[in-house]
């Protein structure tokens, strides 16, 4: 059972910080890419910010140069750190990441998407 806990949300002033964490845990083999999307009240879910295996990252227009993402392979972590916090920020963060398994002895490989259950940011004015 693969699962992503996140953590680090909570209540923050216009133009503080917060850094989020999202661990994953049980039985696969690796994760290819890791992610944070929001979904604020009323809106659809969004893509905020995603990392390669390889380090390689990109951003939502909305949060470059506020945001950062960042992993720690060993660890199986995704972070991000989020500066300049706005209230249009206020959102449920979720963790996302690509996981794969081995299934049989040849080596075949499958992937999928797992979420967490995320974690709310609220930015006040």
């Known amino acids: 059972q693969v699962q992503l806990v996140e953590s680090g949300g909570g209540l923050v002033q216009a133009g503080g910080s917060l850094r989020l964490s999202c661990a994953a845990s049980g039985s696969f083999d690796s994760i290819n890419d890791m992610g944070w999307y929001r979904q604020a009240p009323g809106k659809e879910r969004e893509l905020v910010a995603r990392i390669t295996k390889e380090h390689r990252t990109n951003y939502a227009d909305s949060v470059k140069g506020r945001f950062t993402i960042s992993r720690d392979n060993g660890k199986k972590t995704v972070y991000l750190q989020m500066t300049s916090l706005k209230p249009e920020d206020t959102a449920v963060y979720y963790c996302?990441?690509?996981?794969?398994?081995?299934?049989?002895?040849?080596?075949?490989?499958?992937?999928?998407?797992?979420w967490g259950k995320g974690t709310l940011v609220t930015v006040s004015s």
């Open positions: 996302n990441a690509n996981i794969e398994k081995i299934v049989n002895v040849e080596g075949a490989r499958y992937a999928k998407d797992y």
